[in-house]
């Protein structure tokens, strides 16, 4: 569900980008918002108004989920839990955050939860988290993710996640993921 309404929706490109160094998480909640919320996508029609609505809104959820924690330091899972529930509740679903388990993680969590059509974000970095990337579609041993610097959707192997060896979606370590509720 959600990669054919990545695709009907063009999300990839240049109208859903991170507008900065430290909106990755924001970023990140506004895809997810606008793959759960149909209403919300009427903001994409205009490629120009597009841009500038994704821009105002990233700077309102950036505000809005780190109320505590200083922006310049990013978001952190317990904001991008909020930044998703807000759109997720009217549909009955709450989120949460968990620690990625290293090796042994089967991430079968993750998986269950985007082959049914629920965004996952999954907080990556080097030696401390640092970078949100949305997890959009599972494909067997592949799962697709939106990459917010680049705005582009990146394929990336369930192995090299449980290795830390991730490419294509700014670091190889993955911290955390915020996932729905079971």
Request: glycine residues 8%; charged residues 25%; hydrophobic residues 45%.
């Amino acid at each position: 569900m959600a990669r054919a309404t990545l695709e009907a929706m063009k999300l990839s490109g240049p109208v859903l980008r991170q507008r900065d160094g430290v909106t990755c998480g924001p970023t990140v909640a506004v895809v997810a918002g606008l793959l759960l919320d149909p209403h919300a996508r009427t903001h994409l029609d205009d490629r120009d108004g597009g841009l500038a609505w994704c821009a105002a809104e990233q700077a309102r959820v950036h505000a809005d989920i780190n109320r505590v924690w200083p922006r310049r330091l990013g978001t952190t899972p317990r904001g991008l839990v909020r930044a998703f529930d807000a759109h997720s509740r009217r549909l009955g679903v709450r989120y949460r955050w968990r620690f990625f388990r290293g090796r042994r993680d089967r991430l079968a969590d993750v998986r269950s939860a985007v082959a049914d059509g629920w965004p996952v974000a999954m907080l990556v970095g080097r030696v401390i988290p640092r970078h949100w990337v949305l997890i959009v579609a599972v494909d067997g041993p592949r799962l697709d993710c939106f990459e917010p610097t680049s705005g582009q959707v990146r394929t990336v192997d369930i192995d090299s996640i449980r290795r830390a060896r991730l490419t294509g979606v700014g670091f190889a370590r993955p911290f955390a993921f915020v996932l729905p509720r079971r």
